[in-house]
């Protein structure tokens, strides 16, 4: 028996990176993927090379009336949802002289609101059967950045909006844990475009590389086992906790 046969997991931002890794490492395990993003195309990729345990939808995380139809497609199909997997997102760069209010909150909508939407709306259909809600925030949600003003305060959102959802479903014994996950640098598609544009994108790698003590950046895949461990029973006894995959990042 796999570890997440016959569960319903849906995953935001699942046509590339983390997401499309963590669909990936879930469907192994036996879960049913609701691969969701805002490139739809994507999406179907991903489902189509997990055969026939997996759907794409579309799905654009800042606004609530698709995440209302997502859930309720969800629902339609497949009478359930056990695990959401709240992963899209993206760092925009900026320190707080740089970037305007305007950024701030474009920042704070795509990293922080849509966590809060997704995990509302999630609670009312888990509540019944029980469920779990991972939260992908960085390691900028712990440690700031100060090149990424914006991103280091929606992910210190997502962490904390994390612990409070979590006391809330433990105080009213709805079975839904609720974990954050924190990664250091990770090579993602996003991440090797912005690496090719550097004036030395090989210098540009070592100093990202010299920020983890570890020695190299985290591959995708990386990630998706944090998010597989989250989402199994291996971790049925942690609820608002951090999981923290950053190569010692935070230690120096
Ligand atoms: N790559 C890193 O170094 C790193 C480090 C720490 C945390 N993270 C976090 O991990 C998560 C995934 O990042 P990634 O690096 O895999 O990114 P990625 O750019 O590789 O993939 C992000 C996916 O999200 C989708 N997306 C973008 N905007 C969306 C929207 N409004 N609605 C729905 N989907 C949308 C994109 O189409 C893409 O498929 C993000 O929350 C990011 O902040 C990434």
């Known amino acids: ?7 319903v997991v849906m995953i935001t931002g699942a046509a590339d990176g983390i997401g499309a890794a963590a669909g990936r490492a879930l469907a192994l395990a036996g879960a049913t993927i609701v691969a969701t993003d805002i490139n739809l195309d994507g999406a179907k990729a991903l489902a189509a090379s997990l055969g026939n345990n997996a759907i794409a939808m579309s799905l654009d995380v800042c606004d609530e009336n698709a995440w209302q139809s997502v859930i309720n497609k969800v629902m339609q199909d497949f009478g359930k949802l056990d695990i959401l997997v709240n992963n ?14 305007a950024d701030y ?6 990293n922080a609101d849509s966590v809060f939407i997704g995990s509302k709306l999630a609670i009312e259909v888990m509540k019944g059967t029980g469920g779990n809600i991972i939260n992908v925030a960085s390691i900028h949600g712990i440690r700031a950045a100060a090149h990424a003003a914006s991103y280091t305060a929606a992910k210190g959102a997502v962490r904390l909006l994390t612990k409070s959802v979590a006391l809330h479903c433990a105080q009213h014994g709805y079975n839904i844990r ?9 090579l993602t598609t996003q991440m090797l475009d912005w690496l090719d544009k550097q004036e030395d994108p090989a ?10 003590p570890i020695g190299y950046l985290a591959e995708p895949e990386d ?8 989402a199994s029973e291996d971790s049925r006894f942690m609820t608002g906790s951090e999981l923290v995959m950053d190569g010692g990042f935070e230690l120096v």
């Open 88 to 101: 899209a997102g993206g760092a925009g760069a900026g320190t707080i002289e740089d970037i305007s209010i």
């Open 203 to 212: 210098a540009a790698r070592e100093q990202l590389v010299a920020l983890h």
């Open 105 to 110: 909150r474009n920042a704070m909508r795509l």
């Open 223 to 230: 990630i998706a086992n944090g998010i597989l461990f989250l």
């Open 1 to 7: 028996m796999n570890k997440l046969d016959k569960k």
């Open 178 to 186: 609720c974990n954050s996950i924190h990664p250091g640098y990770v």
